[in-house]
């Protein structure tokens, strides 16, 4: 099992510029986020989807979009970069039951 | 609303002493706590989960929902333990949104 995996581990965006986040996971999990970490502000949840085909909003949504067609994949995109989105991402999946979430490496964005 | 408090945004502490990191939650219903932990530039990895009431490389922490803290213990802090750690709190049901803290610095100086 690869886990949680994330691509790419380092970005860096013009302003104006959109991109995709690829998240992918081979742990059949229900459920998967996405997080961005900022310096003093912890994580904060972006979007979320608990199914395929199911997404919703979480904490911070705007300026990003999500799409799930397939249990393993959960790619963000960011439709038009703005320096307000340079930051640490994180994906992370999990299944029923009483466990604890799987996060992936991260992907270091930054938008100049 | 979840909300998940950890004060202090710094700690440090020497080589041996006893280290506690505060949490403290805000939430209704019956919540699921865990704490994560983050080393240098790595991903979250878990370290407790409130359900198993287990201890983990020496820490160990209990759920007490009269004060609705979550604290993590360590009796020995040890420099490896240097990390950044998140408390998390995850609402019951089928509800899987992961609230997080702020974080705290541990700092375990020689």
């Known amino acids: 099992n690869a886990g949680v995996t994330q691509t790419p581990k380092f970005q860096v965006l013009k302003t104006g510029q959109s991109m995709t986040l690829q998240c992918a996971q081979d742990?059949?999990?229900?459920?998967m986020s996405w997080y961005r970490q900022d310096p003093g502000m912890g994580l904060r949840l972006i979007h979320y989807s608990v199914g395929a085909g199911i997404t919703d909003q979480g904490e911070v949504p705007n300026g990003y979009n999500v799409s799930r067609s397939t249990t393993e994949d959960f790619p963000l995109r960011l439709l038009s970069a703005a320096p307000s989105q340079t930051s640490v991402y994180f994906c992370?999946?999990?299944?029923?039951?009483?466990?604890?979430?799987?996060f992936g490496s991260g992907t270091r964005l930054t938008v100049v | 609303a979840q909300r998940v408090t950890q004060p202090e945004k710094l700690l440090s502490v020497f080589k041996g002493a006893p280290v506690e990191l505060k949490c403290n939650y805000s939430?209704?219903?019956?919540?699921?706590l865990f704490w994560y932990v983050q080393y240098s530039r790595q991903r979250l990895q878990l370290l407790l989960r409130h359900i198993s009431r287990e201890s983990i490389k020496g820490f160990t922490a209990d759920l007490n929902k009269g004060e609705t803290s979550f604290h993590l213990k360590k009796p020995f802090a040890q420099e490896e333990d240097s990390a950044m750690y998140y408390c998390a709190l995850k609402a019951g049901g089928s509800n899987y949104k992961l609230t997080f803290g702020k974080g705290t610095l541990l700092t375990v100086n020689p």
């Open positions: 742990m059949n999990h229900e459920y």
């Open positions: 939430y209704s219903g019956s919540p699921e």
């Open positions: 992370a999946s999990k299944t029923t039951g009483y466990n604890g979430y799987t």
